[in-house]
């Protein structure tokens, strides 16, 4: 949304252009059948000089002020929205204020989610997943209504909770076991007994694990449909030479996008030789953070032929990321910059690799976190057959 300068070539009077303005908001395009629906309006000349336009400017000048104007109203509508979400956390807090009385929250925070005193701290703890999750454990708590002393009595209406949300059984028993810790935190401080909600079973938890899955997936964010080599060799000569060298390494090396990218600098991969002349990759992960620097290089043996073909354009540096929409163009709806380290697992079990090899050259901590996200629960492979 924002000012647009519409050329008009054929016009023989000055100028040669005109001023529109450009809406997407639903309430303007609600009818529209286009498939990118958007509303424009020529700007009256009356209003040219209130917004610092005239008849004698290029249509090059015209095109700076645009963009200074279109600045200026990102920033106004930001500051808007700042204050607003302001305005609605002081409000929240106070709703809350009488089931959660924000001088313990401030103490459990302290105690349970480490929150330290620093200015790096505060500015990244709204960032991480415990304080989400915990942001999420308060309003189940303030829309329950539920003294902590009766929470294992009100089991199955929590359990409700989570299944009228429909929330993913992982992330339900993330939010329950902060639920838990702050019934047993408050209830020492009132001196009130406090038992925890246990963990739902059986038929709990399968019902659970349903309404998950009947959930509208266009509006959930799921992991990357996989990349396969066949699916490389069908948009070998339509796809951009760059972007496909990009998706190649990825697909052969099983690597995360941003250690794709990291490729370009010398000093986070590097190549060692073996005495038996193997060659190893090995990739400096940006991502993991809470281990020292030495423990962070994971190692990729370079053992088929399309490894060595991926290693020379590593070495020549004629690569570069994809856009997403360029990967879904190309690969389909649901495929992601993370689409050819998602089907790395299967394709190295496909060619005789140990599943323990492989979750060493991903870089996890365990070969289960491999297995859950990253093999497909219906492929199996048959090697030597």
Not at 17 to 40: G, H, L, R, T
Not at 51 to 66: D, K, P, S
Not at 97 to 112: C, G, M, N, T
């Amino acid at each position: 949304m924002g000012y647009f300068i519409r050329a008009l070539p054929w016009k023989k009077s000055l100028p040669k252009w005109k001023v529109q303005f450009i809406s997407y908001k639903k309430e303007d395009i609600k009818n529209s059948p286009a498939k990118k629906p958007k509303k424009e309006w020529d700007v009256d000349r009356d209003r040219w000089r209130s917004l610092g336009f005239h008849n004698l400017m290029t249509i090059e000048e015209a095109r700076v002020r645009v963009r200074q104007l279109n600045a200026q109203r990102h920033l106004k509508e930001q500051e808007k929205r700042i204050q607003q979400r302001k305005l609605e956390e002081e409000q929240y807090a106070r709703r809350i204020d009488s089931v959660l009385p924000i001088e313990f929250i401030a103490e459990f925070e302290q105690r349970f989610l480490r929150i330290r005193d620093s200015e790096t701290t505060k500015r990244l703890r709204k960032k991480s997943r415990a304080f989400v999750i915990w942001k999420a454990a308060q309003k189940l708590i303030y829309e329950m209504q539920i003294d902590p002393s009766d929470w294992l009595y009100s089991a199955h209406e929590i359990y409700d909770y989570f299944y009228r949300r429909k929330l993913s059984l992982r992330y339900s028993l993330a939010i329950l076991k902060f639920v838990n810790l702050w019934g047993f935190f408050i209830s020492k401080k009132l001196a009130r007994p406090f038992h925890p909600i246990p963990v739902p079973r059986g038929y709990e938890r399968q019902r659970l694990l349903d309404s998950f899955y009947e959930k509208d997936r266009t509006k959930i964010s799921v992991p990357s449909k996989e990349i396969t080599p066949e699916q490389l060799d069908d948009v070998r000569m339509t796809m951009n030479q760059l972007n496909f060298n990009w998706v190649y390494i990825s697909v052969w090396f099983g690597l995360r996008p941003q250690e794709v990218d990291n490729l370009h600098n010398p000093s986070l991969w590097r190549i060692e030789t073996l005495a038996t002349g193997r060659k190893i990759l090995w990739a400096f992960q940006t991502k993991i953070i809470a281990l020292p620097p030495e423990d962070r290089w994971k190692p990729i043996p370079i053992i088929f032929e399309q490894q060595e073909f991926a290693l020379r354009i590593i070495e020549s540096e004629a690569f570069k990321r994809p856009l997403t929409k360029t990967i879904r163009k190309h690969f389909g709806q649901g495929t992601t910059l993370y689409g050819g380290r998602k089907g790395f697992t299967d394709l190295m079990l496909s060619k005789g690799q140990a599943l323990e090899n492989i979750s060493i050259w991903m870089g996890h901590s365990t070969m289960a976190r491999t297995w859950r996200s990253y093999k497909r629960r219906r492929k199996f492979h048959l090697v030597g057959y």
